[in-house]
């Protein structure tokens, strides 16, 4: 695990982003739609931890943004504190769809700020847009709860693709801005907290792909 200062950076950057939310909301088909270009209709529960890493390419750096997604559902879950260590971005899943999951947003980000020791940047996801006669949670709903949390939001379908890559990429921009000092604030955290990342927070990237305690993993490399 190595710390990057500003003095420190390298050219290229290695960023670890988790895939957080009740089970079924659609978080594995979000990765698998985002890195492959797939879709299952009848994906089964993730076991343990699996994850993705895909090549970004921003300002010229490629980045590699490697993404882990491990069960929402609490008897299927890896080691939490690893699931968590070196993440610098997250993505919370909720399902337009079933209100109750968008109910659990204030557990995950709970759960989140306990694991991680640093300043992650996050964006709220309402997935399955698609299901249009069948929304439960507003847009507004979505909007609101991430402005009142200081979170990016966006609404997606991995079925139908609609905002799946705009968000991976909101997430890593922004880390990516964060890191080359280029933007301390984005709009949102500003209105929310004025310390947000001006508060001298090192952000810290993992070198390597860490594995989880004691779960299987699976990787995969992608194209770009
Ligand atoms: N209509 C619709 N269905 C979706 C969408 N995304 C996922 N699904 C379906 O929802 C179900 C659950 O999707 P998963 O991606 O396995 O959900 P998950 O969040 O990874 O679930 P866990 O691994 O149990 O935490 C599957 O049947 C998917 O086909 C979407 O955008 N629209
Ligand atoms: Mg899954």
Known sequence: ?????????????????????????????????????????????????????????????????????????????????????????????????????????????????????????????GNKTDLKNGREVSTDEGKTLAEAQGLFFLETSALDSSNVTTAFHTVVREIYNILTKKVFLSQEHKKQDPTWMANGKTIVLQEDAGEPDSQPKKAGCCSS
């Open 1 to 125: 695990m190595a710390a990057y200062t500003e003095e420190e950076q390298t050219e290229d950057y290695l960023f670890k982003i988790v895939l957080i939310g009740d089970s079924a909301v659609g978080k594995s088909n979000l990765l698998s739609r985002f890195a492959r270009n797939e879709f299952f209709p009848n994906s089964k529960s993730t076991i343990g931890v699996e994850f993705q890493t895909q090549r970004i390419e921003i300002d010229g750096k490629e980045i590699k943004a490697q993404i882990w997604d491990t069960a929402g559902q609490e008897r299927f879950r890896a080691v939490t504190s690893a699931y968590y260590r070196g993440a610098v971005g997250a993505l919370i899943v909720y399902d337009v769809s079933r209100r109750r999951t968008f109910d659990s947003v204030g557990r995950w980000l709970n759960e989140l700020q306990t694991h991680s020791d640093m300043n992650v940047v996050t964006i709220l996801i």
